[in-house]
């Protein structure tokens, strides 16, 4: 079955940095788009960046440019999240979701990321 184990969350202090980490299994990893998601309480699910299946393609949400990197291995099955210079309002739970080449979207179950002094 399918699976995304996120991991590498934590507490960081302003302006710190935190290296996120996504495992899949159970599909055709170098088909699938893979995306990073936060959710903050009392507030929606955002897309924060997302990864073309070759790594040649990303997007960013606007809060996160030029701080935040996502990358992946193929060979590995991963997908990363670096993030710099981490702001307090960075503070969510980050999901890894995966969108297959069958239409297929799936949900890890999320790490948390807090940043505060």
């Known amino acids: 079955q399918v699976q995304l184990v996120e991991s590498g969350g934590g507490l960081v202090q302003p302006g710190g940095s935190l290296r996120l980490s996504c495992a899949a299994s159970?599909?055709?990893?170098?088909?699938?788009?893979m995306s990073w998601y936060r959710q903050a309480p009392g507030k929606e699910r955002e897309l924060v960046a997302r990864?073309?299946?070759?790594?040649?393609?990303?997007n960013y949400a606007d809060s996160v440019k030029g701080r935040f990197t996502i990358s992946r291995d193929n060979a590995r099955n991963t997908v990363d999240l670096q993030m710099n210079a981490l702001k307090p309002e960075d503070t969510a739970i980050y999901y890894c979701?995966?969108?297959?080449?069958?239409?297929?979207?799936?949900w890890g179950q999320g790490t948390q990321v807090t940043v505060s002094s």
């Open positions: 159970g599909f055709t990893f170098s088909s699938a788009a």
């Open positions: 979701k995966a969108l297959t080449y069958y239409g297929g979207n799936y």
């Open positions: 990864i073309g299946y070759t790594g040649s393609s990303t």
